[in-house]
């Protein structure tokens, strides 16, 4: 069953594709020498290049003193995992198709192609918007953010319920937090054969951990106000016996 919620006020792919660059622990990487898998390996420079720390004995090391012009084409893959345990915690996937060249020790990435598939399909995202675009500002803290509120306070999770759309909720046998970013909190609503996620946007923007707690209050705040729906009695009352 398909949720009918957009997702309003959503990060632009090019900014969604620097903060999965900026969390992501693992890099997969595809190129003439085959493909290898780097844990810890990779940082990004304020323009979008990603630098890589291979070991000497590595195929990508060989190919690229193997390749014309020393620049072997490639794709690297980036999950972007969800912090709290959830069905299908891959949120979205990014690949990036370019060249790779020796700096200072390191293999630097030169993005040619840029494309972010997230769970609503594939998006090529515009070179230059990824160029000048920046991660989330709350991305670093989303990991903490997410699994205190999934652990310590259920009971708020269950009052944004309140919030959603009852068609949304029918057979609902768990929901959890999913992502947060400066631009709202998603939801992710698990049913026993499917799932669907919901967005809840904030009034305004949140750039700082003191702005998301008061966006987080107004949402509460709304939830309290509203009726609890009625999908979700129906599964209260009958998961009561």
Known sequence: MADRH??????????????????????????EGG??????????TEEGQVLLDVPEDSALVAAAICA????????LEFADVAPVSVRNRIRARLWMAGWFAAEDGRLAFRPTRVVLRPTSGA??????????????PLVTAEFHLLTHL??????????????????S???????????V???????????????????????????????????????????GAAARPRALQRQRTDGDG
């Open 123 to 136: 998006v090529v995202v515009d070179l230059d918007e990824y160029t000048a675009a920046t991660p989330d």
């Open 6 to 31: 957009t997702w309003t006020a959503a990060p632009a792919a090019a900014e969604r594709a620097r903060s999965v660059l900026a969390t992501a622990w693992s890099c997969a990487v595809t190129a």
């Open 150 to 167: 999934a652990e310590a306070h259920p009971d708020a999770v269950e009052r944004l319920t309140r919030l959603v759309d009852s068609s």
């Open 35 to 44: 493909r290898e898998e780097f844990v810890g390996a990779h940082t990004v």
């Open 169 to 179: 909720l029918q057979g609902a046998v768990r929901v959890q937090p999913l992502a």
């Open 68 to 75: 014309p012009r020393g620049e072997p084409s490639a794709v």
């Open 181 to 223: 970013d400066r631009h709202g909190l998603t939801l992710r609503i698990e049913r026993a054969r499917d799932h669907g996620d919901v967005r809840l946007p904030f009034h305004q923007p949140a750039d700082t951990l003191a702005q998301l707690t008061e966006r987080m209050h107004v949402l509460l705040a709304q939830a």
